[in-house]
């Protein structure tokens, strides 16, 4: 029997309406603050991301679906959506519109990842980006959305990290500081941060070994060695949170899977989630548009997990699908009247459905009740109909043009 595959998953109509849900917040928040929406194709070329989000990342190390097309071309399936969305930004010379561009989307990317509650190889977010927006205000408003979007959906026992990652030379200063210390400490690292000390050291602070851990409270951190002008950046930031009346936590080791991250970065953690905790997070990418060889831009963004964001939420009300109308058909002859009434129903804003699998009278007002339908048309040989009020049971012969008529003039008086 063939099946989705590992770490993929169909989403059910049950599912589909929690979503639904879920966008309507996205699209309530988001566009009340400006943000419009974009979508870029599933896959791109594989260069976009080993520049973007960076060869020395899990990603574009180990995690990313590439095939070779029939034109020899190396493809990736998106691992993520602000590379992509720089890509676009420059391909249509955005940089010409009135700064920033705030642009969001809500897409489906895929990681090959190890699946877990949580973590999927195919998985969707919400995501925001404002391209073109150096002040911190922009940093503060990002986090300040995110945060209300969690709130809206439910999200349950959330926490805000954050830090602030200054800027690439201060970091390579920083770097051969964290490598000299780490090698200081070999002996105390597991095997994987040992091997990565070159290619990677800030990874060691994400390590889930516990000798690692103890070994790297001692070590330097980023936050201390920042510039002038990052660490005023990062103070306005907080200060404008801290004036909104956010709580969060100062977290210095806070490591981002993305190598293009510049000055803000922050994570918002659920305690509903287990391992997988980070529900969403982002932060400014100032250099990126510069990678992707566009004009220097400063930028800054989010993305938020929508499986991890629904499975935080626990249960959420699904709306009732309701039905104004089902047609049934009493005599065999009658499915063309039946056809032409449902779509005349849809026509006039009713929510009418039509008997589909050749059921018995009694089943068709049995699976009628089923839906909830308010009124039930049974159409018999031709011009007559009798339509049935599902709430009072009252029962009524009339002429077939005369339904729907009367199921509006019948809405309106309830
Ligand atoms: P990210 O932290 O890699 O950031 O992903 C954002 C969110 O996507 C995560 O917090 C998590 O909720 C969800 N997520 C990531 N991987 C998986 C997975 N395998 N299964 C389920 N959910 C997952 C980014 O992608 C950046 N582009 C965010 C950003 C936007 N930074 C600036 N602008």
């Given at each position: 029997m063939i099946q989705a595959p590992r770490g993929t998953s169909d989403v059910l109509p049950d599912e589909a309406a929690r979503r639904e849900l879920l966008e309507a917040h996205v699209k309530r928040i988001l566009g009340a603050a400006g943000y419009e929406r974009i979508e870029t194709p599933?896959?791109?070329?594989t260069e976009l991301f080993s520049r973007g989000v960076g060869e020395a990342t899990d990603i574009v190390q180990k995690e990313m679906y590439t095939f070779t097309d029939a034109g020899g071309r190396s493809l990736t399936l998106?691992?993520?959506g602000t590379a992509p969305v720089c890509r676009a930004y420059i391909e249509h010379g955005m940089?010409?519109?009135?700064?920033?561009?705030k642009l969001w989307y809500l897409s489906s990317f895929f990681r090959a990842e190890a699946p877990q509650r949580g973590r999927y190889r195919e998985f969707w977010q919400v995501g925001a980006e404002a391209i073109g927006a150096s002040e911190p205000e922009t940093d503060a408003e990002l986090i300040a959305l995110l945060a209300e979007l969690l709130g809206a959906v439910g999200v349950r026992g959330t926490r805000l990290h954050i830090s602030s990652l200054g800027n690439p030379e201060t970091r390579a200063e920083y770097r051969e500081e964290l490598k000299a210390y780490l090698h200081a400490h070999e002996v105390e690292l597991s095997e994987e941060v040992r091997s990565r000390i070159d290619l990677n050291p800030l990874r060691a602070f994400d390590s889930t070994d516990p000798r690692t851990r103890e070994a790297m409270k001692d070590a330097p951190k980023l936050l201390d060695c920042l510039s002038g002008e990052d660490a005023a950046h990062f103070e306005a930031v907080r200060t404008l949170l801290d004036d909104a009346g956010m709580t969060y936590e100062l977290d210095?080791?806070?490591?981002?899977?993305?190598?293009?991250?510049?000055?803000t970065v922050y994570e918002f953690k659920s305690?509903?989630?287990?391992?997988?905790?980070?529900v969403g997070g982002g932060g400014r990418y100032d250099r990126l548009m510069e990678r992707l060889e566009g004009p220097p831009t400063p930028a800054s963004g989010w993305a938020a997990g929508v499986e991890r964001m629904l499975l935080a939420a626990g249960e959420l009300p699904t709306p009732p699908s309701l039905t104004d109308l089902y047609v049934a058909v009493a005599?065999?002859?009658?499915g063309p009247t039946a056809f032409q009434l449902a779509r005349e129903a849809r026509r006039a804003g009713l929510r009418a459905q039509l008997?589909?699998?050749?059921?018995s009278l009694k089943g068709q007002l049995k699976h009628a009740d089923r839906l909830g339908a308010r009124y039930v048309a049974i159409i018999g040989d031709g011009a007559s109909t009798s339509l049935k009020?599902?709430?009072?049971g009252e029962q009524r012969e009339l002429s077939t043009p005369e339904v729907i008529p009367t199921i509006l003039r019948g809405s309106r008086l309830s």
């Open positions: 599933v896959f791109e070329d998106r691992p993520e940089h010409k519109l009135a700064q920033p561009v210095p080791t806070l490591v981002r899977g993305l190598d293009y991250y510049t000055r305690s509903e989630l287990g391992a997988q905790s980070t005599k065999p002859g009658g008997e589909l699998a050749g059921r009020n599902m709430e009072s």
